[in-house]
């Protein structure tokens, strides 16, 4: 085992290019999935200000809000945003395979975080990741490694194809029950009681402990992420000195901003007093939508669309919540909602089962890299 520095296996690829973008795939930070090293989306969309580059093979590091865990490796050559650091191996100093289990680690995750500057949009640079130092394996060891590493990530999307497959059958039994002349489509702000955005909090506004802040980064598509570990919160002091508004379980909240645009989730119980942030909005229901049904409709084709015509932006793409209250959703009755719902309960424990393997298979992985790539001073 030697003492390296990233910075002494890796480098910063800095090329760009300023001129037709025309066929060339794009990469953005919405298209990196959180704690997955394989690429699973893109665009080739020329309407953008993207310029960096990148090649087959090298690591996209999401270097903005590094705590939302986004690195994966370039399946071909294309440009990305700058808000992603491109990191190619040094092939005589690190096995390129195995780069990017690297990197896609927490203890890098955990000190990127903690060289993160930034209030509402924290970034690290690639000066303060280089010198993240490891103990790495000889090279023979670092292939078999490797190996093992990228044998246990695809059958983790296998399962995670499933998972998607299960997904596209709600979405299509959706529009087949409910894309009918016969259902009104009433707009989102029609539908609730309270329709409004989340609060405006500083980071100096932020602690350690208090009410909780629920930001766009809890908010999964279709679920609620409980990230405990990178909670933040706000005194009862502050809450009353800014009139923030409680959210309440059961609430739904739909994110503003990318990763995509206009995911939503149900507040679940048991998070205690809450606010939220303001690049999320706060959906609370009449009794004439039920919340599963409503997060069944974000799922499909019908509200993505939409939103899509809705964003706008250049580089950070959003919706307002002028916008979003516009959305118009099919309400048939409660009793055909709750068919629906029922259907979703179902498709739900297929998915479990099959998110639990994943876990499994990340808790293996997690292990495999803990005990042969070991941070220094994390013996």
Known sequence: MAIVKLGDIAIEAKSSNKGDKTGIRIV????????????????????????????KGDVLFGRRRAYLKKAAVAPFDGICSGDITVIRAIEDKVDPDLLPF???????FDFAVGKSAGSLSPRVKWTHLKE????????????????????????????????????????????????????????????????????????????????????????GNGYYIDKEA????????????????EILPG??????????????????????????????TIVRLMDMVEPEYLIGFTQTDLYRSQIESAKTGTTRKRISRKNLE???????????????????????????????????LDTLSKKIIAENLI?????
């Open 326 to 360: 516009k959305v118009l959703i099919p309400v048939p009755p409660i009793e055909k909602q709750m068919v629906f719902v029922e259907l979703i309960k179902e498709s739900d424990k297929s998915k479990f089962a099959l998110q639990e393997a994943i876990k499994d």
């Open 132 to 219: 993240f130092a490891i103990e790495l394996p000889s090279m023979p060891e670092q292939s078999k490694l490797a190996e093992t590493l990228w044998s246990i990530n695809e059958t983790k999307n296998v399962y995670e194809e499933l998972i998607n497959k299960t997904d596209e059958l709600v979405k299509s039994q959706f529009i087949e029950m409910f894309d009918r002349p016969e259902y009104e489509r009433v707009k989102f702000k029609k539908i609730s009681t309270l329709f409004a955005d989340g609060d405006w909090i500083e980071i100096k506004d932020q602690s350690n402990d208090g009410i909780r802040l629920v930001q766009t980064g809890n908010i």
């Open 230 to 245: 990178h909670s933040r919160y706000v005194s009862e002091e502050t809450f009353l000195r800014l009139n923030c508004t």
């Open 28 to 55: 953005g930070l919405e298209h990196l999935t959180p704690l997955n090293v394989t690429l699973l989306s893109w665009s080739e969309d020329t309407e953008n200000t993207f310029t960096k580059e990148f090649s």
């Open 251 to 280: 609430d739904i909240l739909i994110s503003r901003l990318p990763d995509p645009v206009g995911r939503g989730c149900i507040l679940p119980d048991g998070i205690g007093k809450a606010i939220t942030a303001v690049d999320c």
């Open 375 to 379: 941070p220094v001073g994390k013996e």
């Open 102 to 108: 690297i990197i896609q680690n927490d203890f890098l």
